[in-house]
């Protein structure tokens, strides 16, 4: 009888090294991060990738620096926001840059189940480099995150 046990608990444990902890038909979360320290700034990089199927559902990032030279961060907040504009009419895009002291936070969510990813292409072709039939691959945003030095669990 313990032999039996522990054969099925070997072959249960095989099996899940053989297809993953859940289906690809369920809700899973990958986070992908890097923290830099260099001329006497921290930034810190943290992306939430919501996906089913394969395919990237929702997208959260966090991207802080911290810095004590404060008109630094003005800056950074004036680039970053201009990068984002062109974004500000595309629904279920949304982003926020703040400064708060020694502090520069900029947030975007993006439902890429919803959003008109044809618009995405429209305002930067680049995009299309990852949205393919309307779709993000996981292992397309995962690869462009590992590109940037981030690790993704």
């Known amino acids: ?8 608990v070997v072959m249960a444990s095989f099996v899940l090294l053989l297809t993953g902890c859940g289906s690809s038909d ?12 260099q001329s006497g700034m921290n ?20 991207e802080t620096i911290e810095s004590e030279d404060t008109d ?5 907040k004036s680039q970053v926001e201009n990068i984002y504009s062109p ?10 840059v703040t ?7 900029s947030t975007v969510d993006i439902d890429y189940e919803h959003i008109d990813t ?10 299309s480099t990852l949205i393919k039939d309307g ?9 462009v995150y590992e590109q940037l030095g981030a690790t993704c669990e």
């Open 87 to 96: 974004y500000d009419d595309i629904d279920y895009y949304d982003y926020e």
């Open 99 to 105: 400064v708060d002291g020694n502090k520069l936070t």
């Open 43 to 62: 930034t810190s990089l943290n992306y939430t990738i919501t996906h089913q199927g394969g395919y990237v559902k929702e997208v959260k990032s966090v």
């Open 118 to 127: 044809d618009k995405l292409i429209e305002i930067d072709s680049a995009n």
């Open 135 to 143: 779709k993000i691959a996981v292992s397309d945003i995962k690869s």
């Open 1 to 8: 009888m313990k032999k039996k046990s522990l054969l099925l």
């Open 26 to 37: 369920e809700v899973q979360t990958m986070t992908c991060s890097r923290t830099l320290n």
């Open 72 to 76: 630094l961060l003005e800056s950074y």
